[in-house]
């Protein structure tokens, strides 16, 4: 490998050194996608949201979408974390303007998660940019070579399911 940014001994195909190529690869991509989101938020004057708050977002429009109803309990299962930490989340999303609570007419203790509208067109422009980053990373590669590629990474994970 001659690329300078590489890690010393993490050639792709000295097996006994794989897990520092794949670590600096996985973190490579993680970096040039969060740099991808940062530029797009800031073009739109807005702060990116944590990786949490990333993720409970994601559940909570995919659940939009599927039509299901959402509760503050359903998160803190979902993700293990304690309500203090859920209702911390929720405030700063709902403040954000990226989601409501409102009650449920039957127990007004019940809290009911929707999103917003800003909240799903805030979720298209994640989505673009990531795929804009993916269109990036696997330029020049045939189909057959990212099937491959694809292949193998799942092979190693069953590996290590082992």
């Given at each position: 490998?001659?690329d300078p940014?590489a890690l010393?001994g993490?050639?792709?195909?000295n097996?006994?050194?794989i897990?520092?190529?794949?670590?600096?690869?996985s973190?490579s991509i993680?970096?040039s996608?969060?740099?991808?989101?940062?530029q797009?938020?800031?073009?739109?004057?807005?702060t990116r949201?944590?990786?949490?708050?990333?993720?409970v977002?994601g559940?909570?429009?995919?659940q939009?979408?599927?039509?299901?109803?959402?509760?503050?309990?359903d998160?803190?299962?979902?993700?293990?974390i304690?309500?203090?930490t859920a209702?911390g989340i929720?405030?700063?999303?709902e403040?954000?303007?990226?989601?409501?609570?409102?009650?449920e007419?039957?127990?007004a203790r019940?809290?009911?998660i929707?999103?917003t509208?800003?909240?799903?067109?805030?979720?298209?422009?994640v989505d673009n940019t990531?795929e804009g980053v993916e269109k990036r990373?696997?330029k020049?590669?045939?189909k057959?070579?990212?099937n491959?590629y694809?292949?193998?990474t799942?092979?190693?994970?069953?590996?290590l399911?082992?």
């Open positions: 490998m001659n940014k010393p993490s050639s792709p195909g097996d006994t050194h897990g520092p190529y794949v670590r600096h690869l973190k993680r970096l996608i969060d740099e991808a989101l940062d797009e938020f800031s073009a739109a004057g807005e949201l944590t990786s949490v708050q990333a993720h977002m559940y909570l429009n995919m939009h979408e599927l039509g299901n109803v959402v509760y503050q309990k998160i803190e299962q979902v993700f293990h304690q309500r203090s209702t929720l405030k700063l999303l403040q954000r303007g990226s989601i409501r609570r409102e009650s007419e039957k127990d019940l809290k009911r929707t999103v509208e800003k909240a799903r067109q805030t979720k298209k422009r990531i990373l696997v020049g590669l045939t057959e070579e990212i491959t694809i292949e193998l799942e092979r190693m994970r069953r590996n399911e082992k």
